[in-house]
């Protein structure tokens, strides 16, 4: 399953920028980044089927297992792509909200944009790890 984040806003160089690359050079499984400008562009094509995960202040707050069995039934179940959405300063629209598989937050705190890409992408390597059974993850 293809791991796809899209990003309103450009990143460059920067310390966040290296830790975005860094986690996403770690995942095993296929990945992708899609920056966008903060108002119009084109996402590319997806695959089929899609599972969509919009990250959002008032979305559910999930531990890492429990994003990672979300991940793992999708994977399983013959999603073929997942795209985790970062939308721009003001977030994402009330349809975009609508249509997404799941909205996702990192807690009650308000994160900048760049940390959020940067941590989502820390989770998704997580993820990854504990469904291969990794020790990355340690719990408890």
């Given at each position: 399953?293809?791991?796809?984040i899209v990003a309103r806003g450009k990143i460059a160089r920067?310390?966040?920028?290296?830790?975005?690359?860094?986690?996403?050079?770690?995942?095993?499984w296929d990945t992708k980044l899609t920056e966008l400008p903060?108002?119009?562009?084109?996402?590319?094509?997806?695959?089929?089927?899609?599972?969509?995960?919009?990250?959002?202040?008032?979305?559910?707050?999930?531990?890492?297992?429990?994003?990672?069995?979300?991940?793992?039934?999708?994977?399983?179940?013959?999603?073929?792509?997942?795209?985790?959405?970062?939308?721009?300063?003001?977030?994402?629209?009330?349809?975009?909200?609508?249509?997404?598989?799941?909205?996702?937050?990192?807690?009650?705190?308000?994160?900048?944009?760049?940390?959020?890409?940067?941590?989502?992408?820390?989770?998704?390597?997580?993820?990854?790890?504990?469904?291969?059974?990794?020790?990355?993850?340690?719990?408890?």
């Open positions: 399953m293809l791991l796809h920067s310390p966040e920028a290296e830790l975005v690359d860094r986690y996403m050079s770690r995942i095993a903060e108002t119009g562009g084109r996402i590319p094509p997806h695959k089929q089927p899609l599972r969509t995960v919009a990250l959002d202040e008032k979305g559910r707050d999930l531990s890492s297992e429990k994003l990672a069995g979300i991940l793992g039934d999708w994977r399983d179940g013959g999603i073929r792509e997942t795209r985790f959405l970062i939308g721009a300063a003001d977030g994402h629209s009330q349809q975009q909200r609508a249509e997404a598989d799941l909205l996702l937050a990192f807690g009650s705190a308000t994160w900048p944009h760049l940390l959020a890409r940067a941590m989502l992408a820390e989770q998704l390597y997580r993820a990854t790890s504990i469904l291969a059974g990794h020790p990355y993850h340690r719990a408890g």
